[in-house]
């Protein structure tokens, strides 16, 4: 039997009754969660600063609208975010305006290449304009398979895998493979997307000069045996500076210190290697010399997203457990199949890819030779003109776009303030009239500066 108080009421009964009576006591006395009543926690919030509420106080924001003030009092117009009307690759249009063209990473022209666009056209036709959830849902389409295979090809590994942005592929390889027992060594100018993923995997990150593989080589020495797995990050091209590394003595200091090795080849694919298969092939390396092959569709592939090419076992786990690929919407067809016809086309074009390398060759020859201080370039494709402050690179692409010519400048934090600069991104559609003329433009707005 339930027992029963004196009332005559049963003690769960009564105890619930007494519980809804004091919860209304507390309501009535404008209690809230926490002990607090309504005044208090009104009072606390007028106290919370407006910057940890609004937007428009956040510190990231106002930093960002001092640097427009300040450009706007220097006469200096925004070079960021322009309307094009039209393909972008050696030439585009303006505001109505034709621009010789170096803002572009389409550096062998296959974006606007009749077989790159019928290419997308004809898989949107067949399998619509998305695949509509993540691949392990919606299951793959012959697309995928013949792009990853193909990139496996290229790298001469067992596998490949597409993602749908570049900068994601590196965030959630980095931030998936490896933690808070393990380091990751890179480049003192990788790549943001990496030091992203390095973040994001709680591992120690540790950084060696540009380039230096005897500073890494001290650095594994002094560390390696204090981590569990240990990654070494650099890039085939260098997007800022334009040179790239002697990745043999990476390879050797991977073997000797039991490390992985990861190489972003965002820019030298296309680029680099005689029949333009990266940096690979202009060492003449094998592709298991590399552990982690990683690069972009959206440059030369004339497309968008990313890929990790390697082995079976670091595809395979990727494909069923990376949460950037896991979690997110499928590559679509277009993408896909833009991606491929590119890939295809890249394998028979040495022509472009030579010229490519030619021109480049010429930007860089002739900008030294007019004293343009050009750091590091080796000429493939990019190449900075330097100009030792934020508001000289301002003012020397503000001054260039006037005079027909579209080229990024960079700023101060993306880089240091003394190597502030105006960077070129050459095409094989350039032509050499337009690489002199050019050059002798940015000579003559150069000298104007002082």
Known sequence: MTARTPTGLAGDTKQRLIQQALARRRSEAGEVAG???????????????????????????????????????????????????????????????????????????????????????????????????????????PLHRELERELASLYEVDDAVVMVSGHATNVTTIGYLFGPRDLVVHDELIHNSVL????????????????????????????????????VVVEGIYSMDGDYPELPRFVELKRKHKCFLMVDEAHSLGV??????????HFGLAGDDVDIWMGTL??????????????TALIEHLKFLAPGFLYS???????????????????????????????G?????????????????????????????SFKAGRLSSALFERGINAQPILYPAVPEQAARVRFFVSCEHTEEQIRHAVAVV???????G
Request: with cysteine; aromatic share 8%.
């Open 35 to 141: 002990g607090a009543t309504l005044e208090q926690a009104q009072q606390a919030a007028l106290k919370v600063p407006e910057a940890f509420y609004r937007f428009d106080q956040h510190p990231g924001y106002q930093q960002l609208r001092v640097m427009q003030q300040g450009a706007a009092r220097l006469g200096l117009s925004n070079p960021f975010f322009r309307l094009h009307q039209g393909t972008a690759g050696a030439e585009t249009q303006i505001d109505e305006r034709e621009y010789l063209n170096f803002a572009s990473y389409n550096y062998l022209g296959y974006s606007g290449h009749p077989r790159v666009a019928e290419a997308a056209k004809a898989a949107i036709d067949r399998y619509g304009t998305s695949v509509s959830a993540s691949r392990p849902v919606s299951g793959d389409r």
């Open 196 to 231: 992203q993923g390095i973040q994001l995997s709680g591992a120690r990150r540790l950084s060696f000069a540009h380039n230096d593989w005897q500073a890494l080589d001290r650095l594994l020495g002094e560390q390696r045996q204090h981590f569990e797995r240990v990654l």
């Open 272 to 281: 680099m290697g005689a029949t333009g298969k990266g940096i690979r092939e």
């Open 298 to 311: 959206s440059k030369t592939l004339a497309s968008c997203g990313g890929y990790i090419a390697g082995s």
């Open 329 to 359: 919407v499928g590559i679509a067809p277009s993408v896909t199949a833009s991606a491929l016809a590119a890939l295809r086309l890249l394998a028979d074009d040495q022509q472009r890819v030579a010229q490519v390398q030619a021109r």
């Open 361 to 389: 060759a010429l930007f860089l020859r002739l900008a030294r030779e007019a004293g343009l201080d050009t750091a590091t370039s080796t000429g493939l494709a990019v190449i900075p003109v330097i100009t030792g402050s």
């Open 443 to 449: 000579a003559q707005e150069m000298a104007k500066l």
